[in-house]
């Protein structure tokens, strides 16, 4: 699978590309690199070329690997250079100049991953005409994946790359749930089985086996979601909607009305909104405080309650 797209130039600051679905905006925070760390890179660029402050937004649960760099024209700013790898939910901010004034920069950048052949990243920034920047990705994960991408025009220009995902899932897959909440910190969604709670890690990887969850049909149209932590004790992730808490359950029979959920994409169609389904009535939605790492039941999906807006990202 091979999907190309070219993209307009946008002459804005470190702009997210108007493309971008509207939950992975109210994220912006986690998509952008502070201020100051662009101002940084943009003054390694020598005046006297022409060149391109370049972010590259991994929004999905994949860790990228740098493949390859190419340039037609100019290359790679030694002292801002592409990081080698890009967690999950971060991003990298590197520079790319001419060799002169009079010359353009043009080249890409080419990042890999399980299921990503390759995720070509191209940019343009030439004498006497507007920049540009294209896209190719390819792999088997190109079908349930999107990047869209930005540039400004200028001497010094900026662009914005934006990977994410837009699969879903099905009974039987283990996922990760990524809540999509607006204020840095961690977002995944951890079942610690040891002692029962429920909150968010930094990653999904070992030690935090309990990011990996297990969908069961719970019927009449809901979900189960089973922790798959490595450490034995209770699994069922439980909304508790009396007190607006969620813990692990032991068991999710018909007695366990809050270990079964109401998963609902939202209209931007990335992020779902986790319903639990308590016969007790109080808050339902799942929701991922990435403030503080805690998570627990809102009354809505609305602002300020970012953090139910969640990614799931088939393992």
Request: aromatic share 6%; hydrophobic share 35%.
């Amino acid at each position: 699978m091979v999907q190309t797209h070219f993209f307009k130039p946008i002459d804005m600051d470190m702009p997210i590309p108007d493309e971008v679905p509207g939950d992975l905006k109210l994220a912006g925070d986690i998509m952008n690199a502070a201020q100051d760390v662009i101002d940084k890179i943009s003054s390694f660029l020598p005046p006297n070329t022409r060149g391109i402050v370049i972010q590259i937004s991994n929004m999905t649960g994949l860790t990228l690997a740098l493949k390859t760099t190419d340039f037609s024209s100019g290359g790679l700013e030694p002292s801002v250079l592409p990081a080698p790898v890009v967690g999950p939910f971060s991003q990298t901010v590197f520079g790319v100049k001419s060799a002169d004034i009079a010359t353009g920069v043009a080249g890409s950048v080419t990042y890999e991953s399980d299921g990503i052949e390759a995720l070509l990243c191209g940019f343009d920034n030439p004498p006497g005409r507007s920049s540009s920047v294209n896209v190719t990705l390819t792999g088997s994960r190109a079908q349930t994946l999107s990047c869209r991408a930005v540039i400004g025009n200028g001497t010094q220009a900026v662009a914005n790359f934006v990977l994410y995902d837009t699969g879903g899932f099905s009974i039987g897959d283990i996922v990760s749930l990524i809540s999509l909440g607006s204020i840095p910190g961690a977002r995944y969604l951890d079942g610690r089985t040891d002692d029962g709670t429920v909150g968010l890690a930094p990653n999904g990887e070992v030690p935090f086996t309990g990011t990996r969850w297990r969908v069961s049909d719970g019927g009449g149209g809901s979900f189960i979601l089973k922790s798959l932590s490595k450490i034995d004790g209770p699994r069922f992730l439980d909304g508790r909607t009396d007190d607006g808490s969620v813990r692990l359950a032991a068991a999710s029979g018909p007695s366990c009305s809050g270990t079964h959920w109401e998963i609902t994409k939202l209209e931007s169609g990335v992020s779902f909104s986790v319903r639990c389904l308590g016969t007790t009535e109080g808050p339902r939605f799942l929701d991922g405080r990435t403030g503080d790492g805690t998570a627990g039941l809102a009354p809505s999906v609305c602002p300020p309650f970012t953090g139910t807006h969640w990614g799931i990202f088939r393992r």
